[in-house]
């Protein structure tokens, strides 16, 4: 059975979700062999094999943390020469559609993003002008790279032996172009990462002010959500521009969307249309936002929002 | 400096787009064009990069004659020349050849900086800066909220989920941009005047030196298998806080079994 490489994300050695999404695809289309770079691949395995990872190629080298994207692309492009795998598939998070994007240049691939699922026979499922229509698409040259939306598709375990394999792949000067030069964290909590969460709770300019996104994160926090903001209030500065949802921010597609405070303008709802549910705190019932809503409630959210929290926790006591 | 600007003329995203029953390539006769907004302030960047270290601001736009408009605008923002990859055996280019039509024209062009958009708002796809970084063979430093000249050097600071990456390379190099980086000015009375001067080069395939067997949808190494609308969601059910819309909302989440 043919390979199906899978580019595995981590931070220090805790194999993000995505990946392990990303197993459960592979599995369909051929034998999945996950992709390590950096350190940790042994506290990362157990995960990998938990979703079926035959393999891991492991590529320990410290400049796959160093440089932006080349190296990673440049050891793709080796491992996808000398395994002709079935198909590759990545992330789709920015990072991840680059290094697609240089494997594609590299192997004289096509590449899909976006994808929400994808079939045994490579069949990928696009969600484009944000969610209002739905494309089958496929690769027709070289090996098929797949850039996979986060949270599209339930992980499910089958366990694999994720045989660790090392792999010495030299990285060329010409890949080592932009160096890092510091990480600079900023504060999120404890809180999920957006794309990840399976519960966003996101406000708008309704919230009213910086103070008042408090508000937001308590409901978040009550129900172990992450929190997203429009471009409204990012614009604002009430909320850092990294938690814009949307088509110019982030897309998510959780289990559970509360938007609370935001009208739902279409480019508003280009990122988050395809959550499984959506509940809206507006106090406009012309709103467009409610167009979307599972669950809506008319009302002032800073009436509705500090009951619902309270009921939450009362609910979880 | 020699900056060239990758401008891509989009549909209106506040209209209903869709696709072309025939082929399934964007519809882009019956909506309005306007430039992509990221790349708006791409080329705000590139004005202030020229304004602080001089040089020259080229705008490179590959679309259907109807882009003309936005290459246009993109001059009365302040822009010094154009260049218009327009030539029919391109449509239905998907990225990686796209990719590789503007990569010809930079390398023809010469370049000490090419700047890009994150994304565009109808492929958003998100590939061509990596792709044009790498075929170009220079450094990719793309989604950056900030930009920082010191010939030869460049630093920018990189959009990553936990904050950001500060990084840096020798020029030349391609860049993109996220929407944090500036506040794209708006196009004076003068240069909208003075914009109708200046000067646009038109491109044909041959003209570039662009294999036509490597572009056009039929070639594209991608492929649309088939398409439909999403069906519209269900209604869901509506309350009026009473008092009682928190208590509501928290029974429904536990109907839901979110809590
Ligand atoms: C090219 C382009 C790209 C864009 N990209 C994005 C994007 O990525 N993401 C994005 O979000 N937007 C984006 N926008 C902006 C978008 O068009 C809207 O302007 C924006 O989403 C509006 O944000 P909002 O819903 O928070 O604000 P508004 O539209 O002002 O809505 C605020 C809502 O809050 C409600 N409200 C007010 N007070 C209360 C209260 N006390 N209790 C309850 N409800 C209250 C109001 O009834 C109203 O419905 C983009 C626009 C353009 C042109
Ligand atoms: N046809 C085009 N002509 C010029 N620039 C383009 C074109 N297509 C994409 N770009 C550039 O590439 C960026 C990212 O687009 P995309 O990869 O399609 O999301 C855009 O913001 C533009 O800067």
């Known amino acids: ?317 | 400096m020699n900056i060239v600007v990758c401008v891509k003329q989009v549909p209106d995203t506040a209209v209903e787009r869709t696709l072309r029953p025939g082929d399934a390539t964007l519809d882009r006769e019956s909506v309005d064009g306007l430039i992509n907004e990221l790349d708006e302030y791409a080329i705000e960047e590139a004005l202030r990069i020229s304004e602080a270290h001089g040089g020259e601001v080229t705008i490179l736009t590959m679309g259907p004659q109807k882009a003309a408009d936005s290459i246009r605008k993109a001059l009365s923002m302040g822009c010094d020349k154009a260049v218009h990859l327009l030539d029919d055996g391109l449509a239905g280019s998907d990225a990686l050849q796209t990719s590789y039509a503007l990569a010809q024209v930079i390398t023809r062009t010469g370049f000490d900086l090419v700047i890009l958009g994150s994304e565009s708002t109808d492929a958003r796809t998100g590939l061509l800066a990596a792709m044009l970084a790498e075929r170009l063979g220079v450094p990719q430093l793309s989604l950056a909220s900030k930009v920082e000249i010191d010939a030869p050097a460049i630093r920018i600071h990189r959009q990553a989920d936990y904050g950001y990456d500060k990084v840096e390379a020798a020029l030349p190099a391609v860049v993109s941009v996220v929407e944090k980086i500036n506040e794209p000015r708006y196009p004076s009375f003068k240069g909208i005047m003075a914009a109708k001067k200046k000067p646009v080069q038109t491109l044909s395939l041959a003209d570039a030196g662009i294999d036509p067997a490597q572009v056009g949808l039929a070639a594209a190494a991608t492929e649309v298998v088939s398409w439909a609308q999403r069906p519209p969601r269900q209604a869901g059910t509506i309350v009026k806080d009473e008092g009682d819309g928190g208590a509501k909302a928290a029974e429904y989440l536990a109907a839901q079994k979110f809590i």
């Open chain 1, 1 to 317: 059975m043919a390979e199906v490489l899978v580019f595995a994300e981590h931070t220090g050695g805790e194999v993000k979700k995505v990946t392990c999404e990303l197993l459960t695809l592979a599995r369909r289309i051929g034998e999945p062999a996950a992709i390590w770079t950096g350190p940790d691949a042994e506290a990362g395995r157990e995960r990998l094999a938990e979703f079926g990872a035959a393999r891991v190629y492991v590529a320990d080298g410290a400049e796959f943390d160093e440089y932006v994207t080349g190296p990673k692309a440049e050891l793709l492009a080796a491992l996808v020469a000398e395994k002709s795998p079935a198909a590759v598939l990545v992330a789709g998070t920015p990072e991840g559609k680059e290094i697609a994007a240089r494997l594609a240049v590299k192997s004289g691939s096509g590449v899909l993003t976006d994808a929400v699922d994808v079939t045994g026979e490579l069949v990928a499922e696009q969600s484009i002008f944000g969610g209002s229509i739905v494309v089958r698409a496929k690769v027709r040259a070289g090996t098929p790279i797949v850039a996979v939306r986060p949270n599209a598709v339930t992980p499910q375990a089958e366990v694999g032996a994720a045989e660790l394999v090392p792999v010495d792949v030299p990285v060329s000067d010409a890949a080592k172009g932009a160096k890092i030069t510091e990480r600079v964290m900023q504060e999120r909590g404890e809180r999920p990462e957006l794309t990840e969460a399976s519960v966003v709770v996101s406000g708008g300019r309704g919230v009213g002010g910086a103070e008042s996104f408090a508000l937001i994160e308590q409901l978040a926090d009550s129900l172990g959500a992450a929190v997203g903001a429009s471009r409204a209030a990012t614009d604002a500065g009430w909320y850092p521009h990294q938690f814009q949802v949307g088509q110019t921010g982030k897309t998510v597609a959780p289990q559970l969307y509360v938007a609370v405070g935001i009208s739902g303008a279409i480019q508003h709802r280009a990122g988050m249309q395809t959550s499984k549910t959506i509940m809206v705190i507006n106090k406009d019932p012309e709103a467009p936002i409610f167009e979307l809503a599972d669950f809506g409630v008319v009302g002032d959210l800073f009436k509705v929002v500090p009951q619902l929290v309270e009921q939450i926790g009362q609910r979880q006591a």
